[in-house]
């Protein structure tokens, strides 16, 4: 599985921006896909994830209510939509894939956004 995330810039606080996570190749047979982030000198922070069918998808509470995880099923691509955003979303995001929520397997290359205040 190759996973590739994008989407990433520079924005002011308040503004919004839409992640994307293209995968390919072999994944499970039911999986899930997550977005996580990590900040400089922090460790590695949950943000969200979604069913590979997009039933369920669960979001940490510092973004709840601001971003939304959803499939583009036609292109086999998750979108993380980041909005109202503030100088604490700075970070590098990554997304992964798994087999269940969390545990994944499968890591992509970050992208990086920047907040500014």
């Known amino acids: 599985v190759q996973l590739q995330a994008s989407g990433g810039g520079l924005v002011q606080a308040g503004g919004s921006l839409r992640l994307s996570c293209d995968a390919s190749?072999?994944?499970?047979?039911?999986?899930?896909v997550g977005w996580f982030r990590q900040a400089l000198g922090k460790e590695r922070e949950d943000v969200a994830a979604i069913s590979w069918n997009g039933v369920s998808a669960l979001y940490a509470d510092s973004v709840e209510g601001r971003f939304t995880i959803s499939w583009d099923n036609a292109k086999n691509t998750v979108h993380l939509q980041m909005n109202n955003l503030i100088p604490e979303d700075t970070a590098v995001y990554y997304c992964?894939?798994?087999?269940?929520?969390?545990?994944?397997?499968?890591w992509g290359p970050g992208t990086l956004v920047t907040v500014s205040s």
């Open positions: 190749g072999r994944t499970f047979s039911t999986y899930v």
């Open positions: 992964a894939v798994g087999p269940r929520y969390g545990k994944y397997d499968y």
